[in-house]
């Protein structure tokens, strides 16, 4: 008489109406966390150095905002009693104000003006034509000039007597007589505003670039074949390709814009009456013409705080862009 063996289940089979273990298995995990440790003690030197390098200017800062008086040489720092005062006379300053809204309206009529610019020109750029190997390092030339070499440029070019923007404007019609643009509060600010979207705007054209360069050509052939106007294709094969790095191109220059000093001080200096005076030439100012570093520094703070503040804002948008 014969038996039949009967199949034995394995103990990690899994039964039937069961649902399989889901997740790694603890050893995976466990050597998920070795690589992770060797990773961070690997990266923790490089860390460690980045990390001071920041710090520590930070807490210079920091204290200096918070020493009283005036403080013009810098190695006796710890002299000057510790206060609020200056944080006190910054927040209550009702010019605080102004030089804020001076510094929005400067990254504004920047920001908006060089990425218009850079959009078009990287969607040009990215057609094929006769040149195109020469043209596109000279669109990128300004990015490559410093500031102060730009701004004295512009200051010929803006000269009320023999500047070459007055020329133009008489020669067609547009004005009669000359315009003071660096002298008349009305166009000061635009006046400074036109170098540095001078200077800003190759940065949107190389971000941009690289970006319609990975759009595969055969896109816009099937637009084209589907009988897209040009419009179309750029708001569905264009625009869909840029829009993520043109959000993190728009926050790293409206931040770096909303900062800056090159053009306006060497074009008017913050002047006339004050036109130009954005927060950044309010700190200049603060600390060596009136020796207020504690002032200045408190002024920092609260820049830092408000670029911070339109980071985070920003972010939102950023991070929904990259997922």
Same mark, same amino acid.
């Given at each position: 008489m014969t038996t039949t063996s009967q199949p034995t289940l394995r103990k990690d089979a899994a039964e039937p109406g069961t649902r399989p273990p889901s997740g790694p298995s603890p050893a !995976?995990?466990?050597? $998920?966390?070795?690589?992770?440790?060797?990773?961070? !003690? #690997?990266?923790?030197?490089?860390l460690a150095v980045v990390g001071l390098l920041m710090a520590y200017p930070l807490y210079v800062a920091i204290d200096l905002? !918070? +020493?009283g008086g005036q403080i013009s040489d810098l190695l006796n720092l710890e002299r000057n009693p510790l206060t609020f005062d200056n944080y006190g006379d910054v927040l209550t300053d009702p010019g !605080?104000?102004?030089?804020?809204?001076?510094?929005?309206?400067? #990254?504004?009529?920047?920001?908006?003006?060089?990425?218009?610019?850079?959009?078009?020109?990287?969607? *040009?750029?990215? %057609?094929a034509f006769p040149?195109? +190997?020469?043209?596109?390092? *000279?669109? *990128?030339?300004? @990015?490559?000039?410093? =500031?102060?070499?730009?701004?004295?440029?512009?200051? @010929?070019?803006l000269d009320a007597s023999y500047g070459v923007v007055n020329s133009l404007l008489r020669s067609t019609g547009i004005i009669d007589g000359n315009v003071a643009w660096l002298a008349d509060p009305d166009t000061a600010m635009v006046a400074?505003?036109?170098? #540095?979207? @001078? %200077?800003?705007?190759?940065?949107?054209?190389l971000v941009l670039l690289a970006q319609l360069q990975s759009?595969?050509?055969?896109?816009?052939?099937?637009?084209?074949?589907? =009988?897209?106007?040009? *419009?179309?294709?750029?708001? $569905?094969?264009? @625009?869909?390709?840029?829009?993520?790095?043109?959000s993190l191109a728009i926050v790293i220059t409206g931040i770096g814009v909303f900062r800056e000093f090159d053009f306006i001080f060497p074009l008017t200096g913050g002047g006339p009456n004050d036109a130009t005076q954005t927060l950044a030439i309010r700190i200049y100012n603060e600390a060596f013409q009136f020796f207020e570093m504690g002032t200045a520094a408190a002024l920092g703070i609260v820049t830092m705080a408000i670029c911070g503040a339109l980071l985070m804002a920003a972010g939102r948008s950023v991070r929904r862009e990259f997922g």
């Open positions: !995976l995990r466990r050597e $998920h966390r070795r690589r992770s440790v060797f990773a961070y !003690l #690997t990266l923790s030197p490089t905002s !918070l +020493r !605080l104000v102004n030089d804020i809204v001076r510094s929005m309206v400067y #990254t504004l009529g920047v920001v908006v003006p060089a990425f218009a610019i850079g959009l078009g020109l990287a969607v *040009l750029l990215n %057609k040149g195109r +190997r020469i043209i596109r390092p *000279l669109v *990128l030339l300004p @990015w490559a000039v410093p =500031g102060v070499v730009v701004s004295a440029a512009f200051s @010929w070019m400074v505003i036109l170098p #540095t979207i @001078w %200077k800003y705007y190759p940065f949107f054209v759009v595969p050509g055969e896109l816009y052939e099937a637009a084209r074949v589907d =009988g897209a106007s040009p *419009l179309r294709q750029f708001a $569905h094969v264009t @625009w869909p390709a840029v829009r993520t790095a043109s």
